[in-house]
């Protein structure tokens, strides 16, 4: 579920790499803008709340070991259809009980936010992205989490 939706100009310069976001240019045009080695990239974060059970799944693992809990998982795309994500961060957990962060508050084996395909990778660059946490209990969690993307 979409809760935020905003929206960035900012300027790249096209003889970098597609994924390079670091020489972009915010607010003001370059001085040579005109130029075709310049286009313009539109980064949209998007607030998303995911939800247990619902958006989350139960990974059927355990980690945290040896005080063992539930791996439980949620995927995750940028609201605009083909977008490419930049990054994502967390925001807020709601009526978590004994909910946890991966790498933040419980050891998962990956990082908080992952390549659905690749545990061990992170998800920039990606159109999907994952978001693990760990429970021992039933009861029902939500976090809010930001993703920050644009279009290639």
Not at 27 to 52: C, H, M
Not at 58 to 77: G, S
Not at 81 to 92: N, V
Not at 133 to 146: F, P, Q
Request: charged fraction near 20%; proline fraction near 5%.
């Amino acid at each position: 579920m979409v809760l935020n939706h905003s929206r960035v100009c900012v300027w790249r310069n096209d003889s970098d790499s597609a994924n390079h976001l670091s020489t972009t240019r915010t607010e003001a045009q370059p001085d040579n803008w005109f130029k075709s080695e310049y286009s313009k990239i539109v980064i949209t974060g998007d607030t998303l709340t995911l939800v247990r059970p619902g958006a989350y799944r139960d990974m059927k693992q355990t980690v945290n070991c040896p005080n063992c809990k539930d791996l439980w998982c949620a995927d995750f795309q940028p609201s605009q259809p083909g977008a490419k994500i930049i990054d994502a961060h967390f925001i807020r957990s709601r009526n978590s009980g004994l909910w946890f962060r991966c790498q933040f508050q419980a050891s998962c084996g990956r990082p908080e936010f992952s390549n659905p395909s690749n545990a061990q990778q992170e998800c920039g660059g990606l159109s999907t992205c994952r978001i693990c946490r760990t429970t021992d209990d039933a009861i029902g969690a939500e976090d809010d989490v930001l993703v920050n993307s644009y279009m290639p």
